[in-house]
């Protein structure tokens, strides 16, 4: 299964952060975390690496109903999404959950994931490529 949904796009790295905070928001969507890992493993480890960020989304009203039906469903959020570069190009990326909660015996949560995975590859699909 693949556990992703992913598109290359056109946009500068920091443009489709931008962007996909932007389509995020229009889909219900808030960015709780923002994880920076080319500036986390130059400042702990002094590796350099590529331009890399996981944002970590979350739609409240999902997530309510999700610890609702599963308390311990709280390890699977927030939903992340990441934005890296790839040969020239700038890679959005996020978790399929459909594919995410199958490993859990929950109808209800079978549910809302397809839900949730309909924003989530909304923003995906209106990226340019």
């Given amino acids: 299964m693949k556990y992703s949904y992913s598109k290359s796009t056109n946009l500068s790295f920091q443009e489709a952060i931008e962007k996909v905070k932007e389509e995020l928001t229009k889909e219900g969507f808030g960015v709780l ?33 999700s610890l609702l039906a599963e308390k311990e469903i709280g390890l699977f959020l927030p939903c992340n999404v990441i934005v890296y570069e790839e040969d020239g190009k700038t890679v959005v990326s996020t978790i399929v959950p459909s594919v995410q909660m199958s490993m859990i015996e929950n109808k209800e949560l079978k549910s809302i994931s397809g839900e949730v995975e309909d924003g989530l590859k909304k923003v995906i699909d209106s990226l340019p490529s």
């Fill in 33 to 65: 975390t923002e994880i920076d890992i080319k500036a986390t493993l130059k400042e702990k480890l002094n590796i350099d690496f590529d331009n890399y960020v996981i944002l970590g989304a979350c739609n409240p009203p999902f997530a309510h109903k």
